[in-house]
C-alpha cells in the first residue's frame, strides 16, 4: 500500500515539475515578444523624434519668417487671429 502511495507521490510531483517546465517557457516567450515590442516601439520613438525636430524647426523657420514679414504681428495670439483671418 505505501508503495502505491510513492508512485502516486512521485507522478504528482513529476507532474508539478512538469507543469512548472511548461510555464517557465511561457514566461520565457512572453519575455521575448515584450522585449521585441520595446524595441519596435523605441524604434518608432525615434522616427517621431526625428519629425518632431523637423516639424520644430520649420516651425522656427516659419515664424521667423512671419516675424520679418510682419514685425507688429509678433505676439502668438496675433498670429492665430491672423490665421483665422485667412
Same mark, same amino acid.
Not at 5 to 23: D, E, H, N
Given at each position: 500500500?505505501? /508503495?502505491?502511495?510513492?508512485? *502516486? %507521490?512521485? =507522478?504528482? /510531483?513529476?507532474?508539478?515539475? *512538469? %507543469?512548472? =517546465?511548461?510555464?517557465?517557457?511561457?514566461?520565457?516567450?512572453i519575455d521575448k515578444e515584450r522585449k521585441k515590442r520595446v524595441h519596435e516601439l523605441e524604434v518608432e520613438y525615434k522616427k517621431l523624434l526625428a519629425r518632431l525636430a523637423e516639424a520644430e524647426s520649420e516651425l522656427d523657420v516659419k515664424t521667423e519668417m512671419l516675424a520679418a514679414a510682419f514685425p507688429e504681428y509678433e505676439d502668438e495670439e496675433v498670429w492665430a487671429d491672423l490665421i483665422d483671418e485667412r
Open positions: 500500500m505505501l /508503495l502505491y502511495v510513492l508512485i *502516486g %507521490l512521485c =507522478l504528482s /510531483l513529476a507532474g508539478v515539475a *512538469g %507543469l512548472q =517546465l511548461m510555464y517557465m517557457f511561457y514566461i520565457d516567450r
